[in-house]
Antibody, heavy 117, light 112 residues
Framework: EVQLVETGGGLVQPGESLRISCAASGYTFTNYALVWVRQAPGKGLEFVSGITSRGDYTSYANSVRGRFIISRDTSKNTVYLHMGSLQPEDTAFYYC??????????WGQGTLVTVSS | DVVMTQSPLSLSVTLGQPASISCRSSQSLVHSDGSTYLSWYQQRPGQSPRRLIYKVSYRDSGVPDRISGSGSGTDFTLKISSVEAEDLGVYYCMQGTHWPNTFGQGIKLEIK
């Protein structure tokens, strides 16, 4: 069974950094791209970042480019999102998702990141 | 970025009646490989999104055949032939042709 489990969310102050993780299981990790999608409370879905199956290409939304970095550790079947210079508008549930046909098929349950002073 | 615009703004449907959601993209979603990467998602209250349709019209495993997708180029439609109680939630279209992927704003389907 494919499972994606996000961890690492929490409350941080504006300007601080945070790293969230997504542990994948139930499939061959290196065969699929992974993406991060966020959802502010009560709002819609926003693509944040993605990494290809080979880890050779990454993509970012304009709103986070230069502040966020996506990476992965194939020995741990885990993808990370390093978030820097966090602002209140970054407050959201952050979901990781595996992709097939360039769109997310399996999603995690999400982790909440709150940026507030 | 490609802008995805969904309509109507909201939808209230009687059980057993059909429902239709439209999605329009600001540019063609035909990829250089010839495929069109347009997907549909349902998000029930308190849950993660669930993919229903990929590549315009292919249903994911477990999706009932009363749910269908169609369209081409920049105009796409999700149809539910006979709405059931489990269909309530917010529906999003998403394009995966151009980086970064982008979602529509979401349409809330309510049951009358």
């Amino acid at each position: 069974e494919v499972q994606l489990v996000e961890t690492g969310g929490g409350l941080v102050q504006p300007g601080e950094s945070l790293r969230i993780s997504c542990a994948a299981s139930g499939y061959t990790f290196t065969n699929y791209a992974l993406v991060w999608v966020r959802q502010a409370p009560g709002k819609g879905l926003e693509f944040v970042s993605g990494i290809t199956s080979r880890g050779d290409y990454t993509s970012y939304a304009n709103s986070v480019r230069g502040r966020f970095i996506i990476s992965r550790d194939t020995s741990k079947n885990t993808v990370y999102l390093h978030m820097g210079s966090l602002q209140p508008e970054d407050t959201a549930f952050y979901y990781c998702a595996r992709t097939t046909y360039t769109s997310p098929d399996y999603w995690g349950q999400g982790t909440l990141v709150t940026v507030s002073s | 970025d490609v802008v995805m615009t969904q309509s109507p703004l909201s939808l209230s449907v009687t059980l057993g009646q059909p429902a239709s959601i439209s999605c329009r993209s600001s540019q063609s979603l035909v990829h250089s490989d010839g495929s069109t990467y347009l997907s549909w998602y349902q998000q029930r209250p308190g849950q993660s999104p669930r993919r229903l349709i990929y590549k315009v019209s292919y249903r994911d495993s477990g999706v009932p055949d009363r749910i269908s997708g169609s369209g081409s180029g920049t105009d796409f439609t999700l149809k539910i032939s006979s709405v059931e109680a489990e269909d309530l939630g917010v529906y999003y279209c998403m394009q995966g042709t151009h980086w970064p992927n982008t979602f529509g704003q979401g349409i809330k389907l309510e049951i009358k």
